[in-house]
């Protein structure tokens, strides 16, 4: 079987966008790597359902914002739309197929955007939310917003901010304005960053970039609350160096939560208790290769896809769905300057 990956990256050195490369499912490797979307630094991205529209964040000499690309006959996207209304280009997408409403968030500005894409594939920006204050890292001296995503039952938007150590959750309109309902304070120094859920809907885990901490978070559904149930290293003791946490996925029977960290260079496996609440190390599995910013798991969960920031590498693993245990297939897959993996 093929899968198609979608790989966004920075375009600072050879990269020119958006990338997609086949996983060989049954010769269990990688290939075929290929510009599908010319853009600059699309370093996350979206698509709808059918995979017929792709979301990019975008950089222009205006600043920062979304660019829309539709599906041509030879599998490549060509521009739809475009704006730039931010100061900086954001760090994360995520499209609501539903209301047709984007949402990014903006680490340098600390704020979230709401755009709505017309019945032309034109966009409008129809909110923005300004997050205020700060915490005791030093890189916590004003707003880092990093995440913005619906909840699972799409109640809610979530958001994590790295400079203020918080969570923010807010009711969308239909005519996308956001309305705060309820923070979240993490752990001071944590850095939010990333956060998946369990199946179940009940549990979250809540993945620190400048702690190196993930928070296993209890989730009130109805309420959008969160209260904290535990806190687990995602880096060995004897690792004293630079580290800074990027991202989290949990396998779809969620027996299994994964993370990647940029210094010690690693994954870290967990294996979730039968609720959900509480993860337990498994081991930690070099990445082969520098600075692993992303990594996802493939549809089937057989596969994991690290993509590496600095080596300019893909490096792709087999994963036990009995044990978690991930085992090295191909560790020298060209992409340079990936930094986000999807499907």
């Known amino acids: 079987m093929e899968q198609v990956l979608y790989l966004g990256s920075y375009t600072k050195r050879e990269s020119k966008g958006v990338h997609q490369i086949i996983l060989d499912t049954d010769k269990k490797e990688l290939r075929d790597y290929r510009l599908i979307a010319e853009v600059d630094s699309p370093?996350?991205?979206?698509?709808?359902?059918?995979?017929?529209?792709?979301?990019?964040?975008?950089?222009?000499?205006?600043?920062?914002?979304?660019?829309?690309?539709?599906?041509?006959?030879?599998?490549?996207?060509?521009?739809?739309?475009?704006?730039?209304?931010?100061?900086?280009a954001p760090c994360y997408i995520y499209?609501?197929?539903?209301?047709?409403?984007?949402?990014?968030a903006n680490y340098h500005g600390g704020y979230l955007t709401v755009y709505k894409e017309n019945s032309d594939g034109s966009f409008t920006m129809t909110d923005r939310a300004q997050h205020v204050g700060s915490s005791i890292h030093e890189n916590q001296t004003i707003p880092h917003v990093h995440y913005s995503a619906l909840s699972p039952d799409k109640k809610f938007l979530l958001a994590c901010d790295l400079g203020t150590d918080e969570v923010y959750t807010y009711t969308v309109s239909g005519e996308g304005k956001l309305a705060e309902v309820a923070r979240y304070k993490a752990t001071p120094g944590t850095g939010p960053r990333h956060l998946v859920f369990h199946p179940n809907g009940k549990v979250a885990y809540?993945?620190?970039?400048?702690?190196?901490?993930v928070e296993v978070l209890a989730y009130d559904a109805a309420a959008g609350t969160?209260?904290?149930?535990?806190?687990?290293?995602?880096?060995?003791?004897?690792?004293?160096?630079?580290?800074?946490?990027?991202?989290?996925?949990?396998?779809?029977?969620?027996?299994?939560?994964?993370?990647?960290?940029?210094?010690?260079?690693?994954?870290?496996?967990?294996?979730?208790?039968?609720?959900?609440?509480?993860?337990?190390?498994?081991?930690?599995?070099?990445?082969?290769?520098?600075?692993?910013?992303?990594?996802?798991?493939?549809?089937?969960?057989?596969?994991v896809i690290v993509a590496h920031q600095d080596s300019d590498n893909l490096t792709l693993f087999e994963r036990d769905a009995e044990t978690g245990k991930l085992t090295l297939l191909q560790k020298d897959v060209y992409a340079p300057e990936c930094v986000c993996v999807f499907y």
Request: charged share 25%; proline share 4%.
């Open 43 to 88: 370093t996350y991205l979206d698509l709808s359902a059918d995979k017929e529209m792709l979301y990019t964040i975008s950089k222009t000499d205006e600043g920062g914002g979304i660019t829309s690309f539709k599906k041509n006959e030879n599998g490549t996207y060509d521009k739809v739309a475009e704006i730039s209304p931010e100061g900086s």
């Open 95 to 104: 499209f609501d197929e539903d209301r047709k409403l984007l949402f990014t």
């Open 206 to 213: 809540l993945f620190g970039e400048l702690s190196s901490d």
């Open 226 to 303: 969160f209260s904290l149930l535990q806190v687990i290293t995602t880096i060995p003791e004897e690792h004293t160096g630079f580290n800074g946490g990027a991202a989290i996925r949990i396998s779809a029977d969620g027996k299994f939560v994964y993370a990647s960290n940029r210094g010690h260079d690693s994954l870290v496996v967990y294996a979730v208790s039968e609720d959900g609440e509480t993860l337990s190390l498994v081991e930690y599995v070099p990445t082969e290769g520098n600075t692993p910013r992303d990594f996802n798991l493939d549809p089937s969960g057989q596969f």
